[in-house]
């Protein structure tokens, strides 16, 4: 089985044929092209995951492809192939959008690995697409991102009680998509064309929040002067939802465990019941069971609720998931701020990876709507990222994969040039002045 499809666009037919020989044993489909005009017709018939071009073309400049493939095919990633010396190049070209760069003849030892991560790059972009052509609502299972084990096992329990009637019980810290699940649950339901009114617990005091669950009638209390509906009523024949149940007063768990029971409520301030035709899903970052045994929540009520129970997995948990949700949110991100971001550094995404996500997704979105808007290029930096990512112990800022590159080239050139920096200078295209301030930059020390 392929590893993926690569496109190789170089003039020179030995070198194309030598580097298409070498990644097609490491397990790839390859196709070559001379010229920009013939990868283009390759590239309008086949899927291309990554392009492998260089800067010099006959009929074009290898950095301004960069730029049109990107709005072309943008769920395809390009790695520039430089000619000796050529840094400025490379740097434009990640500028421009590319993965990254790669000097012909000098770094054989990166290729391999470069192409690999270039593919996995690339292989997250076409999944988020076909995932959105896939999603047929916003609040289907579908919209669930995930592709780890923990992830997919809480999505298929949730498929499986989708189209009963029971209640669901959904645990699991705050921020970790319980509303989300709570949703598609829902649009899985014979329900789905009745209302779904989400409730947090948590939000109200315990008179206020009784009034907004059950409603009440006029004079039921100082300020009652009409007849209020409450969420259940509004929620008839449908679905609600009730976030952070935890947080709920003893009083109101005996009120809402008579709903359970007997599918009828009272509204404040009134003598007769109300009939009720509501499915009831319930969650909370609480342990319930300890909560039960220090006496603030009812028993009775937790067997009722957790009928069935699902573990929302924390994004810790699911460290695998973080570069497909973070490259979804950029993408969602991008029209609301007017920018244009379609891509993350490796480093900035293993800085994601490395983080302690306390506040779960809901953090993990505002981390990358703050980069994207902190962000000049199209590209993503751990620059952008939040100070505590910083302070994690972790070395994603030394990581930095493009000044890596530059600061082992410049050492490569002086080594060349025998320390001579005028001579290096010359060779790297770029002024004295500059390699002097990189020399000092990167800290290179000269025998």
Known sequence: ????????????????????????????????AGNIKSAYKILDKEEIHVVLSDVKLPDGNGVELVQQLRAKYPATEIIVLTAYGNIADGVQAIKSGAFDYITKGDDNNRILPLVSKAMEQASLRFRIRDLE??????????????????????????????????????????????????????????????????????????????????????????????????????????????????????????????????????????????KTNVRIIAATNRNLESEIANGHFRADLFYRLSAFQI???????????????????LKQIGPKINKRRSNMTPAFIEALQQHNWKGNIRELRNVIERAAILTDTDVLDVHALPLDFKQD??????????????????????????????RAAEVMGIGLTTLYNKIKEYHIQLS
């Open 133 to 274: 052509r896939q999603i047929g609502g916003k609040y289907s299972f579908d919209s669930i991102l995930g592709e780890s084990p923990e992830i997919k096992a809480a999505v298929a329990l949730a498929e499986k009680v989708a189209p009963s009637d029971l209640s669901v019980l959904l645990l699991g810290e705050t921020g970790a998509g319980k509303e989300v699940f709570a949703q598609a649950i829902h649009q899985g339901s014979q329900r789905k064309q009745y209302p779904f009114v989400a409730v947090n617990c948590s939000a109200f005091g315990r008179e206020i929040l009784e009034s907004e669950l059950f409603g009440h009638v006029p004079g039921a209390f100082t300020g009652a002067i009409k007849e209020k509906k409450g969420f259940f009523e509004e929620a008839k024949n449908g679905t609600i939802f009730l976030d952070e149940i935890g947080e709920m007063a003893l009083e109101l768990q005996a009120k809402l465990l008579r709903v359970l029971e007997t599918q009828e409520f009272y509204k404040v301030g009134e003598a007769k019941p109300t």
């Open 1 to 32: 089985m392929s590893k993926g499809h690569l496109l190789i666009i170089d003039d020179e037919e030995q070198l194309r044929k030598l580097l298409g020989r070498l990644l097609a044993l490491e397990g790839y489909t390859i196709y070559e």
């Open 393 to 422: 112990g972790q070395q994603a800022t030394s990581s930095l994969l493009l000044a890596d590159v530059e600061k082992q080239h410049i050492i490569k050139v002086l080594a060349l040039e025998k320390g001579n920096k005028t």
């Open 311 to 329: 573990n929302i997995p924390s994004l810790n948990e699911r460290r695998k998931d973080i570069p497909l949700l973070a490259s979804w949110f």
